[in-house]
């Protein structure tokens, strides 16, 4: 017989099904057994009456594997309204070791080391599986907005010879007796490549080693990257990361249905158009607020991000907020000034219900603009940019993009404190494994 | 004036348009002047009688971004159909320094080492775009194929704290003072993951730190990896890889139609039945066909891939076969051997155009048969398969799953020789920039 999925069930009522799955909870009642049976689709409830099904059952323990045929039964007190009667069980595996945890309970009780430590068991919880089917379709959502709009996906190389974007923070590996190093971000190779393409997206990992052990940092995350050619300037990154969180917010709705349900995920509101506030009037505005005069800051604190997001829910009904304009000097090498204001460059921020969640804005696109701006910062070799300064001396259009990572997308989304709760296997300071 | 892509010009006959793009080609004729404009779209011809508008294009090399304004035109001898008159040229960057060959030249006269050398800007070349177009297509028809079968994307660890597949040919890398590595593949977090989702894919790079100076060998590759829960045995996954095949075919055709007609692809036949035939029936066949006995060989040597592709061709059309059954010894530890035919396993392989593009087969599924496959291997030491076996102690179905490289795809796809004509940035013995 075909296997079904539990879903299936209300459309084979009265008749025999095949399912298949693991051992979620068995309730060994006087008179009757309960077998709650757990496979990718959901909870079926299976009852076991006979008794040699129930000393079978007696000695096949939780998470054990499993094929169930029996009767679909109208149940109203089963979820959707269906059980098993009748069943035969057939182990598809040895009986599963005890579990360190009940994975049966509505939530998993074991704190974070422990849970990391067995993730590979853990995550079947369906709490947390949930997690990780709302990351799946927030990456669907990004790149089918994406592809729908142009983009062409690109795989760029995670070794590079040399650390451009920030000597610090790169792992060193040995390559073949020298030396390379993991890359920190697409960056240059996504700005190459709008040469070619003109709009261009990633997804793939990227890695930091920084020492730092907060609920915020991981050492290798799913970077999710876009870059586009031919804007006027940063308002046009702006309108594409807008449209590119929509379509990532309607996947997880779309695809993700159910796994919003579970989690009671509160869906963030997002304006058919973009909330855009200017750094300088960011400031101003916390300043009049708060009565702290802050118009001098360099940056956003982690505090005023938090004001903005209370902002612009309060008066444009937004979780989300850009702000445009950064001092220049405070960003990336590769950051184009705006031309009407000294100071202040064309690079944004998204804001996600109070904290930083993208980064982004319009690169310079001249190469004697990359000389200036690279020797401004003390960087006179340019050796270890040569073929991303390349792209640039044979004609780069005005262009810009934006990135994220997956894993703080679905934190903020979940509203969950640690970055390792949204991650399957995360890596950190302390942790390679599992 | 909102920019058209050149595609568009048809619809605008008669009518102003702004086109952006790049300097493709100049020709200078006595009475007129052409500028061919490259974009994302194609090619467009802008045709120049006004002597400013000359002087102007002298001064404006290849490859310098600009945008055109100008009348649609219709003319037949055009790329389309139309062509711009009256143009008024607007330079986006700096004049390109002269690019050291031709993109517009049908084919790019240049040897390997110096395309790849100065890839930034041969990337540039249409056929070379093209390869890479061709190369998102069939990323997008794997994960469309397999999300259309109810598999969940993931994304796995790319450092990892042991070298468990093979230890010689890993990358280390120095990870806070301790030795980390690079993953070599995601096989055994996507094994862990069937737990979880029951099915699975990822898209990924994964590193190999193969000594090896051939043109078949990369450092870094994508790999494409799909794992799926409750099989009856190995033609479950076979099935489900020949239509994650079909898909990406399709995909090919639809997404990347002019790129496949630009470089004169010859689409695979792939019937809606896979090929399938058994190692040693292989083995017996080419026997006879060759007079030569090699009915006792342990694998498949590079002729008799080759000898199967043509047989599959000539017997079934199929530019594809599938062999089952190869001996389990020389397979992976976690191959799961055929019940019915002891030294066989349930490993498969997909022979593409007579050369290996896919590996896979079912897995064994039972802790205690991991324990004994490993010791059979002489490893006792069970720590570093930790996770992976917790996976197994605590219920796991039978299951298996494929994998390839997305760039062997396309190499045999766009019958290439060398891998690195299909690869971005390629990372080799020798090479880890641009």
Redesign the interface.
């Known amino acids: 017989m075909q296997?079904i999925l539990s879903a299936a069930l209300p459309d084979f009522v009265g008749q025999p099904v095949r399912l298949?799955g693991?051992?979620h909870r068995r309730r060994m009642l006087k008179s009757v057994a309960f077998l709650i049976l757990r496979?990718?689709a959901g909870l079926a409830q299976v009852v076991v009456t006979d008794p040699a099904v129930r000393a079978q059952l007696e000695h096949l323990p939780e998470?054990?594997?499993v094929a169930v045929t029996g009767i679909a039964t109208a149940q109203p007190a089963a979820p959707g309204g269906v059980e098993v009667t009748g069943p035969t069980i057939t182990p598809?595996?040895?009986p599963?070791?005890p579990?360190p945890f009940d994975l049966y309970r509505p939530d998993l009780r074991a704190n974070l080391p422990t849970i990391l430590d067995?993730?590979?068991?853990a995550?079947?919880h369906p709490k947390l599986?949930a997690t990780?089917?709302i990351?799946?379709a927030a990456?669907?959502g990004f790149?089918e907005t994406l592809?729908g709009m142009?983009f062409?996906?690109?795989?760029?190389?995670?070794?590079?010879?040399?650390a451009t974007e920030s000597g610090a923070n790169v792992?060193?590996?040995?390559?073949?007796g020298r030396r390379?190093y993991?890359a920190q971000s697409p960056q240059l190779?996504k700005q190459?490549?709008v040469?070619?393409?003109?709009?261009v997206f990633e997804?793939?990992?990227v890695?930091r080693?920084e020492?730092s052990d907060t609920a915020r940092h991981l050492?290798?995350y799913?970077s999710l990257d876009a870059e586009l050619g031919?804007v006027d300037d940063h308002r046009d990154v702006i309108a594409a990361c807008h449209a590119t969180v929509a379509g990532m917010l309607a996947a997880v709705t779309e695809r993700a249905g159910s796994a919003v349900e579970l989690l009671g995920v509160r869906m963030p509101a997002l304006p058919a158009e973009p909330v855009i506030v200017h750094f300088a009037d960011a400031l101003e505005m916390i300043s009049a607020a708060t009565g702290r005069d802050v118009s001098g800051e360099p940056d956003l604190a982690p505090e005023h991000e938090r004001w903005l997001g209370e902002w612009a829910l309060r008066e444009h009904g937004s979780d989300f907020v850009f702000v445009e304009g950064y001092p220049t000097r405070h960003r990336a090498f590769y950051t184009h000034p705006d031309p009407a204001r000294p100071g202040y460059s064309r690079a944004i921020d998204l804001i996600f219900r109070g904290v930083e969640l993208v980064s982004g804005g319009q690169r310079l696109?001249?190469?004697?603009d990359y000389v200036d701006a690279l020797a401004e910062r003390g960087e006179t070799d340019l050796t270890p940019y040569?073929?991303?300064l390349?792209?640039?001396?044979?004609?780069?259009?005005?262009h810009g993009g934006f990135a994220f990572g997956?894993e703080r997308f679905v934190a903020r989304l979940l509203d969950v404190p640690n970055i390792r709760q949204v991650t399957?296997?995360p890596?950190d300071?302390h942790r390679?494994?599992?």
């Open positions: 296997r298949a693991w051992i496979d990718a998470e054990t594997a598809l595996t040895d599963a070791a579990v067995h993730a590979p068991v995550l079947r599986a990780h089917r990351s799946a990456v669907a790149r592809n142009g062409v996906e690109i795989h760029t190389p995670k070794i590079v010879g040399t792992f060193a590996l040995d390559y073949f390379a993991l190779y190459i490549m040469g070619v393409f003109e709009q997804v793939g990992p890695f080693a020492p050492t290798a799913t031919f696109h001249r190469y004697g040569a073929g991303y390349d792209a640039m001396r044979y004609g780069m259009p005005p997956l399957l296997f890596r300071l390679v494994a599992p």
